[in-house]
């Protein structure tokens, strides 16, 4: 009540009064906002998690060239490339319930955590096969001259070498992914875009304002990583080991 | 055949061809024009991000940070809610308009990175051999830098224009009828989802192949194959 007679005022008033306005306002969107910045964090940090895995297990397998393997992979990145992720979701929320099969009837928070984890392999599993690639291959021949399998020498030489290489484009791929958390939005998960709209559907004079505020949250949680990601690359020396897009 | 009619019955996507192609055309408009206005505001921002003044690259430099850091979804929404508070007429603009005004500032952000780093590979030498000879720094921009840098640029602004048409399908969000909504209107007329979505992921997928021909093309053309075999 006390904040949509202030919102009718400030148009007419200026100064301390809008001021006022916008404190009030903050102030009852902020429990929304840090509700949606959890879920944001969750959800986020969960995908990142299992699409590291998966996209790490795809890279590895792909970087050792097996034959059939290794195209039906390539094949499985391009499609997750060549598509938006919003379509990717949609296929996931609409066309996997839609095929009759049990296990595939998922809820929308499902889907868009499976959808986001799957996205995110796709990016993974390009960056650790071309760390893996840029070991030099005399690693390779000293550790077979030593002794040892394809395995131990995987584990025990190249990997460890491989993931720091990888570390820059990984953290690139974290802050693209966090951005990408806001598509969820459409599908009604509740993270940080969505209560915004909840907030605005409250306050809808101050659209700009709530939607700037939603930003500067983003930014807060981006902006680290971003800086991060700068500094591994100045770090394991300005080798950019993939172009992200 | 009856099988397939069940999962894809291509009779209901031949009756929305129109519609696709409608879509279609508006998504090809909105990557046009914004790739052509992020180009332009994106070397604009990569030569004030490289000036030595700090008025010129502070603000560059914050105005990246800013779109790097955020969202694609919520910079649209800021520009389609909040610009029509800033300017008035705007108001009156279409979706599409709004739509490709939140685009081309979004990818100036990206285009400038890449412009900046295409600058950056040009070697110092030659500046300063532009220097020697008493070029001004309009003219070694024209005569040297820019075109070197141009060979550097093109591969990943290709990479950034297929991130870019692909990022188009968020203008369905706010009411643009892009290639997506053809998809999302068949969907709630005859609710198909398989008809519609996989067709929208075909479309994609076929404009993300001419755009990687495309890129292999540039990428042989610039310095043949001999220099990429070498590299």
């Known amino acids: 009540m006390g904040g949509q007679t202030l919102a009718r005022r400030s148009g007419v008033e200026r100064g301390g009064v809008a001021v006022q306005h916008y404190l009030d306002v903050m102030v009852s969107i902020l429990p929304f906002l840090w509700t949606g910045f959890v879920q944001t964090f969750w959800i986020s940090l969960v995908a990142i998690a299992a699409g590291s895995v998966l996209g790490f297990l795809i890279g590895v397998v792909r970087s050792q060239r097996v034959p059939l393997l290794h195209q039906l992979f390539g094949l499985y990145i391009h499609v997750l490339r060549g598509t938006p992720f919003l379509v990717q979701l949609y296929v996931f929320y609409f066309v996997m319930p839609n095929t009759g099969i049990e296990v595939l009837q998922w809820s929308s928070e499902t889907a868009a955590f499976v959808s986001l984890s799957v996205y995110t392999s796709s990016y993974v599993a390009e960056i650790v096969m071309a760390a893996i690639d840029a070991v030099p291959k005399g690693q390779w021949e000293a550790a077979t001259a030593l002794g040892l399998r394809r395995l131990p020498i995987l584990g025990l030489v190249v990997l460890p070498q491989a993931l720091k290489l990888a570390v820059p484009p990984m953290s690139g791929v974290y802050v693209n992914i966090i951005k990408n958390t806001a598509i969820l939005s459409v599908i009604g998960i509740s993270e940080l875009t969505r209560q915004g709209e909840i907030s605005i559907m409250r306050f809808p004079r101050d659209v700009l304002f709530i939607y700037g505020a939603i930003a500067l949250v983003y930014f807060v949680y981006c902006y680290p990583v971003l800086r991060f990601t700068r500094w591994a690359e100045r770090k394991v020396g300005g080798t950019r080991v993939v172009n992200l897009d | ?231």
């Open chain 2, 1 to 231: 055949m009856n099988w397939v009619l069940d999962f894809y019955n291509y009779r209901i996507v031949e009756q929305y061809l129109g519609r696709f192609a409608e879509g279609l055309e508006n998504t090809l408009i909105a990557a046009a024009v914004s790739l052509g206005a992020a180009v332009i505001l994106g070397t604009m921002l990569a030569l004030c991000r490289m000036s030595s003044r700090a008025i010129l690259w502070r603000p560059a430099a914050g105005y990246a940070a800013f779109i790097l850091a955020t969202p694609l979804l919520v910079q649209i929404y800021l520009i389609y809610y909040g610009l029509p508070a800033l300017i008035p007429a705007a108001g009156r603009w279409s979706e599409l308009t709004l739509g490709i005004i939140a685009l081309s500032l979004h990818n100036a952000a990206y285009m400038g990175e890449i412009v900046r780093g295409g600058i950056a590979s040009v070697p110092r030498g030659q500046i300063e051999g532009g220097k020697a000879v008493g070029m001004s720094y309009l003219q070694r921009l024209r005569y040297i830098v820019l075109p070197q840098a141009f060979a550097n640029t093109l591969p990943p602004l290709l990479g950034q224009t297929a991130v870019l048409i692909k990022d188009t399908s968020l203008l369905s969000i706010i009411a643009v009828f892009d290639f997506l909504s053809a998809g999302l209107l068949l969907n709630s007329e005859r609710v198909r989802p398989n008809e519609s979505f996989l067709t929208i992921a075909l479309g994609y997928l076929a404009i993300y192949v001419v755009m990687l021909s495309l890129s292999w093309a540039v990428k042989r053309w610039l310095a043949g194959p001999a220099w990429n075999v070498g590299a």
